[in-house]
């Protein structure tokens, strides 16, 4: 009987003590700065950063930039035009469409991804929903992926340039999220469908006359609002398939040319 139990009270003790070392780990983690540059706020939990920080760094991939707007991403886009021109005199024009085509093919979904947006459910991985956003990218919008490919090389620049304190995870998280949102702007998942309203009247015009039932035809439109995470997972996506073709070192070799000169 004995040995019955006592595969249920280890597995109990040792959940116990990975509390407890989370427990301790928080408390020391708890003594120490924010890592956000001049931020006087302890850190909280186990991330490096305090409670305000921690909420940005969630809510807009970053603790402190914000996704690019109006002007701002007008630029962005600009500047990495800028920098496929310069790695077209340094590589060789030729060279660099054949790796940003050879990226590009690799963007790819199936047409059957595409299902309607009210049919995109909760327990669905990350990964299946951002494949659900590119489906509609590629096929629903007829979106060209050599534009996801230059957006994602443009974005890497800009975060490079606006953030020179934090490592590449902060970084590379933040470019995701950037890239993520902005594709699923262009990819616009959404579905308008007819559907029966029926509505009963609720006065008659005489107390004999019996209620009237209207019944008609409206548009209803379906959207999907993705979450954060599934910004950061479609930019993911991107991410390794730019890793692979090398192509983030061109914008490396950029940014360094840049530095040199004093333009970054
Ligand atoms: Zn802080």
């Given at each position: 009987?004995t040995?019955?139990i006592?595969?249920?009270?280890?597995?109990?003790?040792?959940?116990?003590?990975?509390?407890?070392?989370i427990?301790?780990?928080?408390?020391?983690?708890?003594?120490?700065?924010?890592?956000?540059?001049n931020?006087?706020?302890?850190?909280r939990?186990?991330?490096?950063?305090c409670?305000?920080h921690?909420?940005?760094?969630?809510?807009k991939?970053?603790?402190?930039?914000?996704?690019?707007?109006?002007?701002?991403r007008?630029w962005?886009?600009?500047?990495?035009?800028?920098?496929?021109?310069?790695?077209?005199?340094k590589?060789?024009?030729?060279?660099?469409?054949?790796?940003?085509?050879?990226?590009?093919?690799?963007?790819?979904?199936?047409p059957?991804?595409?299902i309607?947006?009210?049919?995109?459910?909760?327990?669905?991985?990350?990964?299946?929903?951002?494949?659900?956003?590119?489906?509609y990218?590629?096929?629903?919008?007829?979106?060209d992926?050599?534009?996801?490919?230059q957006?994602?090389?443009a974005?890497?620049?800009y975060?490079?340039?606006?953030?020179?304190?934090?490592?590449?995870?902060?970084r590379?998280?933040?470019t995701?999220?950037?890239?993520?949102?902005?594709?699923?702007?262009?990819?616009?998942?959404e579905?308008?469908?007819?559907?029966y309203?029926?509505?009963v009247e609720?006065?008659?015009?005489?107390?004999?006359?019996?209620?009237r039932r209207?019944e008609?035809?409206?548009?209803?439109?379906?959207?999907?609002?993705p979450?954060?995470?599934?910004?950061?997972?479609?930019?993911?996506m991107?991410?390794?398939?730019?890793?692979?073709?090398?192509?983030?070192?061109?914008?490396r070799?950029?940014?360094?040319?840049?530095?040199?000169?004093?333009?970054a």
């Open positions: 009987m040995t019955n006592s595969w249920t009270v280890e597995p109990d003790s040792s959940r116990m003590r990975a509390r407890a070392s427990r301790v780990q928080q408390s020391v983690n708890e003594q120490i700065k924010c890592d956000v540059p931020c006087e706020a302890k850190r939990g186990i991330s490096s950063f409670k305000a921690q909420n940005a760094h969630q809510d991939g970053h603790p402190v930039l914000r996704m690019p707007r109006g002007e701002e007008r962005m886009l600009a500047e990495g035009e800028r920098m496929l021109e310069w790695l077209r005199e590589h060789g024009a030729v060279n660099v469409e054949s790796w940003l085509r050879a990226a590009a093919r690799r963007i790819t979904a199936s059957s991804m595409a309607p947006p009210r049919k995109i459910d909760r327990r669905m991985t990350q990964r299946t929903r951002a494949e659900i956003i590119l489906a990218f590629l096929h629903k919008r007829r979106g992926p050599l534009t996801i490919i957006l994602y090389l974005a890497e620049l975060t490079r340039r606006m953030d020179k304190v934090f490592g590449p995870t902060v590379n998280g933040f995701n999220r950037v890239v993520g949102q902005m594709v699923a702007r262009w990819a616009k998942v579905e308008e469908r007819e559907v309203r029926v509505s609720t006065m008659p015009s005489w107390a004999n006359q019996e209620f209207h008609d035809l409206v548009k209803v439109k379906d959207t999907y609002k979450q954060t995470s599934v910004y950061k997972m479609l930019g993911k991107v991410r390794e398939i730019l890793r692979k073709e090398l192509l983030l070192s061109s914008v070799e950029y940014y360094d040319h840049l530095f040199v000169k004093g333009e």
